[in-house]
C-alpha cells in the first residue's frame, strides 16, 4: 500500500509569496495527481505527472521519480489561491491513493 | 458540455437507516470512481465502475454498493448506516479508468450520520 504524505500541513502566505507545497509517496508510481479543493468541496484537478515537470500559468509541478518526491509551486501568490491542494498517487491499474493535503491561506 | 454532477447535495441520516447517492457524469466519459473523505483527511477510494461493472474496489465493506447505469450515470448506496459513515461523497468520471487518466470531480454529497 502506498503511504502519500504531504508537508506542510497548513500554510499562510502573504499575497505575492513564492509557494511550494511537497509530497513523497513510499512505492513506486505510474502517476501523480495535483489537486485543488475549496471550500465547499468541489475538487479540481490541476495536474497529471508521470515525469518530469508541467507548467500551467503560475503553478508549475515538478517531480523526481527515483525520490519519490513532488513539488507544486505558486509564483506570484493571490488570495484566491487559498484552498487545500491535494496529491494523490497511482500505481498502475485505477485506484488513487490520496495525502490529507495541505491547507493554503493567502493574505492580501 | 455539462460537468460532473450529485445529488443531493446534503443528507441527515439516522444509523441503521440505508442512502442512495446519485452521480451524473460529464459527457463522453465511461468511467465513474466513487470517494469518502472525512472531515481533515484526503478523499478514500470506495469502487470505480467502467462501463457499467464494478471495475476495482477499495477497503470498504460490502454495506456500500453502487450501480453505474447505460447513461453512465451512476448511484452509491450505504446500508446500514454507522455513525463514521459521516463524510462527503464524491464522485469523478473519467474517459478511461487507468491511474493516469485526468477524473473530474463532481461538488460532493455531505452525508451526516446521527
Known amino acids: 500500500k502506498n503511504e502519500v504524505e504531504q508537508s506542510p500541513q497548513n500554510l499562510t502566505a502573504q499575497e505575492g509569496e513564492f509557494i511550494t507545497i511537497n509530497c513523497s509517496y513510499s512505492?513506486?508510481?505510474?502517476?501523480l495527481h495535483w489537486l485543488q479543493q475549496h471550500p465547499g468541496g468541489g475538487i479540481v484537478s490541476l495536474f497529471m505527472?508521470?515525469?518530469g515537470k508541467k507548467k500551467h500559468g503560475r503553478l508549475i509541478a515538478t517531480i523526481n521519480i527515483q525520490e519519490k518526491h513532488s513539488s507544486l509551486h505558486i509564483t506570484a501568490s493571490h488570495p484566491r489561491d487559498s484552498a487545500v491542494y491535494i496529491c494523490?498517487?497511482?500505481?498502475?491499474?485505477?485506484?488513487?491513493?490520496f495525502g490529507k493535503g495541505t491547507k493554503l491561506s493567502v493574505i492580501p | 458540455e455539462t460537468g460532473v454532477t450529485q445529488s443531493p447535495t446534503h443528507l441527515i441520516k439516522t444509523r441503521g437507516q440505508q442512502v442512495t447517492l446519485r452521480c451524473s457524469s460529464q459527457?463522453?466519459?465511461?468511467?465513474v470512481s466513487w470517494y469518502q473523505q472525512a472531515l481533515g483527511q484526503g478523499p478514500q477510494f470506495i469502487f470505480q465502475?467502467?462501463?457499467?461493472?464494478?471495475?476495482g474496489r477499495g477497503n470498504f465493506p460490502p454495506r456500500f454498493s453502487g450501480l453505474q447505469f447505460p447513461n453512465y450515470s451512476s448511484e452509491l448506496n450505504v446500508n446500514a448506516l454507522e455513525l463514521d459513515d459521516s463524510a462527503l461523497y464524491l464522485c469523478?468520471?473519467?474517459?478511461?479508468?487507468?491511474?493516469?487518466?485526468?477524473?473530474?470531480f463532481g461538488p460532493g454529497t455531505r452525508l451526516t450520520v446521527l
Open positions: 459527457s463522453g466519459h465511461n468511467t
Open positions: 469523478a468520471s473519467s474517459h478511461g479508468g487507468a491511474s493516469t487518466d485526468t477524473q473530474y
Open positions: 512505492v513506486g508510481i505510474s502517476a
Open positions: 494523490a498517487v497511482g500505481a498502475g491499474s485505477y485506484q488513487l491513493t
Open positions: 505527472l508521470s515525469s
Open positions: 465502475y467502467y462501463r457499467e461493472e464494478e471495475n
